[in-house]
Every structure is written in C-alpha cells, then in structure tokens.
C-alpha cells in the first residue's frame, strides 16, 4: 500500500461516498458535508462568511480512501471541530493517525489562535471506538428524547378571585415573539450556561442568539414561556402591574427530523429555564412546562449530559416508558 496525502479536491466527495458507502450514523451525515477545498475563511466573493478550514485526502494509486478536516467554529471558538474518516479496507494501518497528525499541525496555523481540538461522534460506531482508542476525553453526550402525550400530570396554577377557572395561569404561561428582547437574553444566557464548564461560548450576542435559535432562518415557529407571578409595586393589595420573570422557554422548529412519519408527528422543541434558579426551581418550571408541551401532542428535546434539569425530568420518564430516546447517543470529545 503506497499512500499519498494532498489537499482535497473538487470531486473527491464523490469518489469517496462511493468508497465509504452509508454513513453510520448522523455526526458522520454532517461532517462528511464539512469536506470540502481548504479555505481561509472571513468574507466570500458572494459576500457569504466561512470558516477558517483545512482538508487533507488520503490516496490509494491515486484514488481517495481517506479524507479530514480541521475548522474553526462560530459559538464554540476556543475548540476547533477535527474529523476522520478512512475506508473499512484501509482502517487500523495508521491511515487515520496520520491524518490526524498532519490536520493538528495545519490547526497550528489557524488566525483565531485556537489549537485545541474537539470532535463528536455516535455511540456504538467505529468512530467512537476510534477515539476511545486514541483516549480522547468524553467532556458530553446528548440525546434526543420524545415525551408521549400524557406523560406528566397538568400543573395546577394559582387562581385570582377575580378569574374564571380556565384563566388560571394566564399570567404565567403566555406565547411570546421569537424576536422578543426578552426571550432573546434569557435563550442566550441559558445557552451559555449550559455550555460554560466543557465548551465555553463567551457572551453571546443578541443578534447571534437570533440568528442560530430564533429567527426565520433558524427554523423557528413560536415560542411559550412560563412566568413567575406577577409583581405589585405596591404590595399584594394591589393588582399587578408588572409580569413576572421567564422560569423557562420553549422555542419551536416543526416536526423533529429524526421521528418516524406519522399523522401526529412530534415537534423538535428547544427547551431551556432561567441560569440563574437553583436546580430544584429549574427542575420544576421544565416539568410544568414539557407538562403543558406534551399535553396532546408528543414532543422531542435535546438533552444534553450538563442539562442537569431535563436530564432529572426525562430519566423517569425513559423507565416508564413514557419517553423513548429517537437515535443513539452523541459523544462529544476532546482530543
């Protein structure tokens, strides 16, 4: 076997995807869009914004059976995403190693300064055993979880003496604009919470939060927040004059991807609460919340291993039966 490496080139997709065959599972679905003719990033000819980016094939007498890539990120740039992929027939003869020496020495040239490199794979797949061999640390995993309609009791909301049964909590669960300024400061302080002791975010923008969570381009439908109670300026004898704080969000996309067809498809939420709650408070505005949610209709959340309030919410559920996890879990490393 006389290897070469080269830079990628037009064309290789398709001579490696007939190598590769199927992807085996949907991390490698979306890496394997990554590769592409290296760049170096900033402000395109057509006015679009890319990446930072190095591509490196592995050929066989001249035909691609390797490929990696090393790229910058947008939310999470103190890591640079980093992927492998070699064909069954060449595995476990150095083929990958050694793509990834070369990418990890073109990362030492990328203009953020960032070296560190991270990268995510799908549980019980040859990429998960190819990074447990290298000893890469799991730093997360996340899963998606459908939640059957039914599956939690309705909450019960207080009611004033001056509304009608069906008004009760009127004031604490209310739709709300995506382009809320409101929904937008609590969407990206949540985000960055939860990311903030494995893959650090900063601050994030507001127009940044828009434009990944919640404007048209993102995919997002509606959104619903639960509150809590209103506030008086002048004490409990006086009716409220002021809403109460956003305890927790949920942001629509539309039928999640990853269910099964069906006449009641179920809708991929974005679930997230205030940072600032402790757990227990955390914990009960999610469950009133997915409550509400899956009342009728089932719904998907992402759960990530660092969303300590969901994962407390949707374990339960998971051994009753009354939640089923949709795909395998992704494994997030570093390396």
């Known amino acids: 076997m006389a290897l070469e490496y080269r830079p990628w080139q037009e064309g290789d ?4 995807l007939q190598i590769w065959g199927d992807p085996e599972g949907d991390q490698v679905t979306w890496y394997r869009q990554t590769l592409e003719p290296s760049t170096d990033g900033g402000v395109q000819p057509d006015g679009s914004r890319r990446h930072w980016k190095r591509c490196i094939v592995a050929t066989d007498q001249g035909i691609p059976v390797a490929a990696g890539m090393v790229m910058e990120q947008s939310l999470h740039n103190t890591k ?6 070699v064909a069954k027939d060449h595995r476990r003869q150095g083929v990958g190693a050694t793509l990834l020496t070369m990418l990890r020495h073109e990362a030492e040239q990328a203009p953020s300064g960032v070296r560190a490199v991270t990268s995510k794979v799908d549980e019980g797949t040859s990429g998960a055993a190819f990074v447990e061999a290298l000893g890469w640390q799991t730093v997360q995993t996340s899963r998606f979880i459908q939640v059957d309609p ?13 509304q009608a049964d069906e008004d009760a909590g009127s004031e ?3 739709d709300l604009a995506t382009g809320s300024v409101e929904l937008t400061d609590v969407v990206g302080r949540w985000y960055e919470a939860v990311h903030s002791g494995w893959s650090p975010t900063g601050t994030i923008s507001p127009g940044t939060v828009q434009s990944y969570f919640l404007n048209d381009q993102a995919g997002a439908q509606g959104a619903i927040v639960l509150r809590t109670e209103p506030e008086s ?8 004059s002021k809403r109460g704080r956003i305890r927790a969000f949920a942001v629509s996309y539309g039928p999640h991807p990853a269910a099964a067809p069906s006449e009641d498809p179920p809708a991929d939420v974005l679930l997230g609460w205030e940072p600032e709650l402790e757990l227990a408070d955390a914990t009960a505005a999610v469950r009133d919340l997915v409550s509400l949610l899956a009342y009728q209709h089932p719904v998907v959340l992402e759960v990530d291993s660092s969303m300590a309030p969901l994962t407390a919410l949707v374990e339960p559920l998971l051994g009753a039966g009354k939640a089923k996890q949709l795909s395998t879990t992704t494994i997030i490393v570093d390396g």
């Open 13 to 16: 997709d398709r001579e490696l």
């Open 80 to 85: 640079l995403w980093i992927y492998v992929e």
């Open 150 to 162: 039914g599956s939690l009791a309705l909450p019960r909301f207080p009611k004033r003496e001056d």
């Open 172 to 174: 604490l669960v209310q």
């Open 233 to 240: 300026a002048f004490g409990s004898a006086v009716a409220p």
